[in-house]
């Protein structure tokens, strides 16, 4: 029995534990960073939360259906480029237009155009600038005449251009 004593209070020479595990493997420093991000937007989600509840208690039952967002358009930068662009084109056209000499020759048409009134005179049975002479004459004979007969009145004249007084 002394061997079976001897053999099982004998030590071990073989070391069988395994390898000690490094603490930065242990600790998983990246899985509680993820942890503690996860936590902190919850914490602000509910502050937010609680920040909206107090506002409906103290609302007095009044519905806030406002949005307070801007729309705001993904291509709005790609059209302000092309307005841009087509207002420079055009400012270009404006300029070349403007510097460009006229090819049209106002002064031949107006010639053109006296000849044409001074055939139309020679023509026509009343020449245009007679009408205009007669209506200023006839304007100033009434108001000449109105001036005279201030004091007659129109029933006293007769048809036929004789006066009569009553």
């Not at 000499?101 to 245009?128: C, F, K, N, T």
């Not at 007669?134 to 100033?140: G, I």
């Not at 004979?141 to 004789?162: I, L, M, P, Q, R």
Request: glycine fraction near 4%; include cysteine.
């Amino acid at each position: 029995m002394g061997m079976v004593q001897s053999v099982s209070s004998s030590l071990p020479v073989v070391d069988t534990k395994g390898s000690k595990t490094p603490a930065h493997i242990q600790l998983k420093l990246k899985k509680q960073q993820l942890q503690d991000e996860r936590l902190s937007i919850i914490d602000r989600d509910n502050r937010l939360l609680a920040s909206k509840l107090a506002a409906i208690v103290g609302s007095q039952g009044l519905v806030d259906h406002r949005n307070h967002y801007h729309l705001r358009s993904l291509n709005a930068d790609k059209r302000r480029e092309e307005l841009m662009l087509v207002s420079r084109q055009n400012q270009a056209i404006h300029q070349r237009i403007t510097a460009r000499q006229s090819e049209y020759r106002r002064q031949l048409w107006l010639d053109d155009w006296e000849r044409v009134e001074h055939r139309r005179d020679d023509i026509s049975r009343y020449p245009r600038g007679l009408a205009e002479k007669q209506r200023s004459r006839m304007k100033v004979k009434f108001a000449a005449v109105d001036s005279s007969e201030h004091s007659t009145s129109c029933s006293n004249t007769d048809t036929d251009g004789t006066n009569r007084e009553t």
